[in-house]
């Protein structure tokens, strides 16, 4: 990844966070997020966090993900992009698509993220995922619902 362009808005930066996640890269992760970040999950499962404070938690967070999780994505396609009355941030709703490595099978997984952005880096992620596509995307579906 390149070096981190202190003036890419909202929308280049999501485009860097979906390149790194589709490369599985941490280190591209931990040059996207600030060091003060949050990342939240407002819907969640059980045992998954709502909030992640930090780079190191929430990059630790994703690389754990990536190694435990047979999931890799391999593109997103956005549906609906939204400004908000701060530059700095936008509402996407967007779909990733991905494969499960176990089973073969894709899948698409819906999801809307509030993404702001300072001096090229995420701050604020709000990331409201479908966490029962997320569930039967892992063939868990059974754990998520309790």
Same mark, same amino acid.
């Given at each position: 990844? !390149? #070096?981190?362009?202190?003036?890419?808005? %909202?929308?280049?930066?999501?485009?860097?966070?979906?390149?790194?996640?589709?490369?599985?890269? /941490? !280190?591209?992760?931990?040059?996207?997020?600030?060091? *003060?970040?949050?990342?939240?999950? %407002?819907?969640?499962? #059980?045992?998954? %966090?709502?909030?992640?404070?930090?780079?190191?938690?929430?990059?630790?967070?994703?690389?754990?993900?990536?190694?435990?999780? #047979?999931?890799?994505? !391999?593109?997103?396609?956005?549906?609906?992009?939204? *400004? /908000?009355?701060? #530059?700095?941030?936008?509402?996407?709703?967007?779909?990733?698509?991905?494969? @499960?490595?176990?089973?073969?099978?894709?899948?698409?997984? %819906? @999801?809307?993220?509030?993404?702001?952005?300072?001096?090229?880096?995420? /701050?604020?992620?709000?990331?409201?995922?479908?966490?029962?596509?997320?569930? *039967?995307? /892992?063939?868990?579906?059974? @754990?998520?619902?309790?």
């Amino acid at each position: 990844m !390149e #070096p981190i362009e202190p003036t890419a808005g %909202p929308r280049d930066v999501l485009e860097q966070y979906r390149r790194a996640a589709i490369r599985q890269s /941490t !280190e591209d992760m931990r040059r996207l997020y600030a060091v *003060d970040a949050v990342h939240e999950f %407002p819907f969640t499962a #059980p045992g998954v %966090p709502s909030r992640l404070v930090g780079r190191e938690e929430i990059v630790g967070w994703i690389a754990a993900g990536w190694r435990s999780m #047979p999931l890799r994505f !391999e593109r997103y396609r956005t549906i609906a992009s939204h *400004d /908000t009355g701060n #530059p700095q941030t936008v509402i996407v709703e967007q779909e990733a698509i991905a494969r @499960n490595t176990s089973s073969g099978r894709e899948f698409t997984l %819906p @999801n809307i993220v509030v993404l702001t952005v300072r001096d090229g880096q995420i /701050t604020h992620l709000r990331d409201y995922v479908n966490v029962l596509a997320a569930a *039967d995307a /892992t063939e868990r579906a059974a @754990n998520a619902l309790g």
